[in-house]
């Protein structure tokens, strides 16, 4: 497609039920990034795929987290048993070259309830 | 632990004026630095970047200074138009580290007419 693109854009959701969130990347973007955004914050890594390497995980707050990526097209970050704190705006982004722009999705704003 | 940091949390400037966003980090190993730009409801967009083998790049309205001996970064906008205000954030990365980047906080950036 033309851009990142994120799915669902909204979601609410009870407290300790999980979620999943949905990332199609730029056809041809080997490295594929989420971060989230809480209220008031900055952008917080939480993992990195680059090709066929093992992801880097280091930004994951708690093991109720976790993402897979699919070759090098969609990935899902899912989030077991959510917590308040969990409320977020869960970015994703693309890119071809790390350090070069990376393409950001708009997002899918989670709140947890 | 901020390795970016971006201590003012917004900025207002007149129109025409010049916008001046500050940005200071603490790794001395990063060696690439970029700014994003970010509307309500929408992802960041990639604005200009910087090696840290060069102390200016412009663009346009838009330059940034990196002082590598303070560990400092700013983005200068001139002149300010309203379609500048946003939230800019400043991002580094650490080439040899393979890493993803590292956001602040972000900068309000409000240009009134």
């Known amino acids: 497609g033309a851009g990142v693109s994120q799915s669902p854009s909204n979601k609410v959701t009870e407290k300790g039920k999980d979620v999943e969130l949905r990332c199609d990347p730029i056809?041809?973007?080997?490295?594929l990034y989420w971060y989230r955004q809480r209220l008031g914050q900055g952008l917080e890594f939480l993992i990195y795929?680059?090709?066929?390497?093992?992801?880097?995980k280091s930004g994951l707050p708690s093991d109720r987290f976790s993402a897979e990526r699919t070759g090098e097209s969609v990935s899902t970050l899912t989030i077991q048993r959510t917590q308040q704190e969990d409320s977020a705006v869960y970015l994703c982004?693309?890119?071809?070259?790390?350090?070069?722009?990376?393409?950001f999705g708009s997002g899918t704003r989670l709140t947890v309830v | 632990d901020q390795q970016v940091k971006q201590n003012s949390p917004s900025l207002s400037v007149q129109e025409g004026r010049i916008s001046i966003l500050n940005c200071d980090y603490t790794n001395s190993m990063f060696d690439y630095f970029l700014w994003y730009k970010k509307y309500p409801a929408e992802g960041p967009t990639f604005l200009i970047s910087i090696s840290s083998i060069k102390d200016k790049n412009e663009d346009g309205r838009f330059t940034v200074f990196l002082n590598k001996s303070a560990k400092h970064l700013s983005l200068h906008i001139v002149p300010s138009q309203p379609g500048d205000s946003a939230v800019y954030f400043c991002a580094a990365i650490a080439d040899q580290a393979g890493t993803a980047l590292i956001f602040g906080k972000g900068t309000t950036l409000s240009v009134s007419s």
């Open positions: 982004a693309s890119s071809s070259d790390r350090l070069y722009g990376y393409t």
């Open positions: 795929f680059q090709g066929n390497s093992a992801p880097d």
């Open positions: 056809s041809g973007h080997t490295a």
